[in-house]
């Protein structure tokens, strides 16, 4: 079996995101479209790149205009790099300020489980490999 880069992993995220998948909170601040697939999807897809690459789980508050408008997740990897996989959905000026490192939930997500294990499987499908 070939390894996996984090191109290939990256691709296959990206291409599992969908209206589906989309943070319900995010949606009640603006649609999700094919021009901005990553809106709404920053939670899940940190925890799918903490499935692959361990590390940490890194969080933020998003503001606009001075007004808190949520929270953004990323990954710091066990190297100390970090990986936004999303950070292109802010397009009206958000900014990102702060950010901890939160443990991961244990067991089934006590929110957004279903989205999470959407996306988690169609990353697998994409990758033509069987889930952990």
Do not use: K
């Not at 692959?52 to 190297?79: A, I, K, M, T």
Request: with cysteine; glycine share 12%.
């Amino acid at each position: 079996m070939t390894p996996l880069t984090l191109t290939d992993i990256t691709q296959a995220v990206r291409s599992g995101w969908a209206a589906d998948t989309c943070s319900t909170d995010d949606l009640g601040r603006a649609p999700w479209t094919a021009d901005n697939p990553a809106w709404g999807h920053c939670d899940i897809t940190a925890l799918v790149v903490h499935d692959f690459f361990g590390g940490e789980l890194l969080v933020g508050e998003v503001h606009l205009d001075g007004e808190q408008h949520g929270h953004h997740w990323w990954n710091r990897l066990p190297s100390g790099i970090e990986i936004d996989l999303t950070q292109e959905q802010f397009r009206l000026g958000q900014v990102v300020s702060g950010s901890r490192a939160v443990q991961r939930p244990e067991g089934r997500l006590p929110r957004r489980g279903e989205e999470y294990e959407l996306l988690r499987g169609r990353v697998w499908r994409a990758l033509g490999r069987t889930p952990a």
